[in-house]
């Protein structure tokens, strides 16, 4: 049985509610597949949205704070942020506009972000960098505790009488797909392409 | 000449701040490539961002306010939001971890949006939905005034003690890629595949 995280007023998804997930594992299966994370803050009521490298551990995001180096002079005991990550799975093509949609899968987190300096916790979420670079780079930290998903997948959905319409109706469905690696010009010839590299999965 | 869209203190690019770019030329290219922005709003100082279809109008982004029914219930002359845009073009590789990257495109444009009430705004915004959807969906309206790009492209860029390392370093083009059309299983086969689902290209 997959743990649900209680939505709260503002995580219950309440247009489509029937789209909404609140389980850790729906929830962390779209964030484990993206790599990029739209995280909100605002200052004197002026929201910003910058997009940033982002990596779950365990129950929290870590995220670079430097694209968010506006928030850092604010930061105290954390700021309040919204971290959102969206896949895009399709376009969805309706008889009528109305109708049109996509299918995708989208995480909202709220909460309070705080930076990281405990050194091992840096380390873990960066993975190995150098001591130099621990010290230049800023992560933030944001707990998963007030999350919630939203998904739509599967077919187009028109009203009763559109269907009549003689129109093409489906789904074109949309994925993220990696390229053959470029090798860098300055890397030894002798180095060969690791697998990670030359067949990139998430 | 491209047109200049002087960069204000909120969107001057600061970091790496060559990524910059400021002409309604590479903005607009990227936003008519992009189908969904991030649309962020604060409530209370607490900042909320929902991802959302949007198309690009002249010098304006029109986006479904729908999803963003909290905003509309304080509207008036228009709330504070910020549009985000983001294109992934690939995975930067370092020999550095610290320098590991991403290329990509993104947009952030800041100002006050408005609930579009015009029906022939909200008829080109939608294409041509019928009178009852043009009621039923709310469509916002933000003046591209105060915009910029960031965009980062090119190869991996490490320190240069970090060159020597044997280690494999590059780029991996990722592409949005479009997969063959789902027909609708209420389709009629008469109806033909049109191009644009066959050979979907933005």
Redesign the interface.
């Given at each position: 049985m997959p743990e649900a995280i209680p939505p709260t007023e503002?995580t219950r998804v309440?247009?489509e509610a029937h789209r909404g997930a609140y389980d850790r594992e729906t929830i962390y299966k779209i964030l484990d597949e993206a790599?990029?994370c739209?995280?909100?803050?605002?200052i004197d009521?002026?929201?910003?949205?910058?997009?940033t490298?982002f990596a779950r551990v365990g129950d929290a995001i870590y995220f670079h704070g430097?694209?968010a180096?506006r928030m850092l002079r604010n930061v105290g005991e954390g700021i309040?942020?919204?971290?959102?990550v969206?896949l895009?799975d399709?376009?969805v093509?309706a008889r009528?506009?109305?109708n049109h949609s996509?299918n995708?899968r989208?995480v909202?987190a709220?909460g309070k972000a705080t930076i990281v300096d405990a050194p091992e916790e840096k380390l873990e979420a960066?993975?190995?960098?150098?001591e130099k670079?621990l010290k230049?780079?800023s992560i933030l930290r944001l707990p998963l505790t007030e999350v919630s998903a939203k998904i739509r997948s599967g077919?187009?959905e028109d009203d009763a009488p559109d269907?009549a319409l003689?129109?093409?109706?489906?789904?074109?469905?949309?994925?993220?797909?990696?390229?053959?690696?470029?090798?860098?010009?300055?890397?030894?010839p002798a180095?060969?392409?690791?697998a990670y590299?030359a067949q990139?999965r998430r």
């Open positions: 503002r309440v247009r790599y990029v739209h995280a909100g803050f605002a009521g002026q929201p910003f949205v910058i997009p490298l430097s694209a180096s309040s942020v919204c971290v959102t969206t895009t399709g376009f093509l009528s506009v109305f996509m995708y989208s909202v709220l960066l993975s190995q960098p150098n670079e230049a780079t077919p187009v269907y003689p129109v093409w109706a489906g789904v074109i469905p949309l994925a993220l797909t990696p390229g053959a690696p470029i090798r860098d010009e300055r890397c030894d180095i060969r392409t690791p590299a990139y």
